[in-house]
């Protein structure tokens, strides 16, 4: 089991800007000239890109792959929900928000080897287990999503020192 205090930084994403990232990953994904015929969303994290990405690449076709990693900021043991039967990936986009240590890319792309594997944000480890993504951010920042939080104030940094 991961160690939750491994994340010393905090990136909070507004609603906004996941849907920016989102786009910016749109245009990357169509500026490289394949075309897909459906999206694969890793749930959760990835519904709602993969929605905006669908309605951006005009893809109508949308399935999930359901797998549980995390729990209350600590990535736990994985738990595959639902995975994808007759399908080995040819056409297919996988979308999902996250890319951390590759523990679940590793997985999904067993289960669709031939796929595109997309997300918006990924950390060093878990960058080889993908084939696009927007962001980078460092391996000790947790990705704060809009669904995870809500609008408060904050302390300045210099007074959150420990």
């Known amino acids: 089991m991961a160690d939750k205090n491994r994340y010393r930084r ?3 994403v507004s609603w906004d800007q996941l849907h920016r990232d989102s786009r910016a990953l749109a245009w990357r994904l169509i500026d490289s000239g394949r075309s897909w015929d ?3 969303a890793v749930v ?3 519904l709602v890109p993969a929605a905006i990405i669908a309605r951006e690449l005009d893809i109508h076709y949308v399935d999930t792959i359901c797998v549980s ?3 209350l900021r600590q990535q736990g043991e994985l738990k595959i929900i639902k995975s994808i039967e007759g399908i ?3 056409n297919a986009l996988i979308i999902d928000d996250l890319v951390d240590t ?3 890319a590793r997985i999904v792309r ?3 080897p031939d796929a595109h594997f997309a997300t918006v944000y ?3 480890d878990g960058k080889p287990y993908v084939d696009t993504y927007i962001t980078e951010v460092s391996q000790d920042t947790w990705i704060l999503f809009p669904w995870d939080s809500e609008i408060q104030f904050v302390e300045p940094l210099i007074q959150q020192k420990p």
Request: hydrophobic letters at 20%; proline letters at 8%; charged letters at 20%.
């Open 10 to 12: 905090t990136y909070p």
């Open 38 to 40: 459906k999206i694969i």
């Open 44 to 46: 959760r994290g990835g």
């Open 69 to 71: 990693s995390y729990t």
């Open 88 to 90: 080995n990936g040819e």
């Open 102 to 104: 590759g523990k679940t």
């Open 110 to 112: 067993q289960m669709l």
């Open 122 to 124: 990924a950390k060093p």
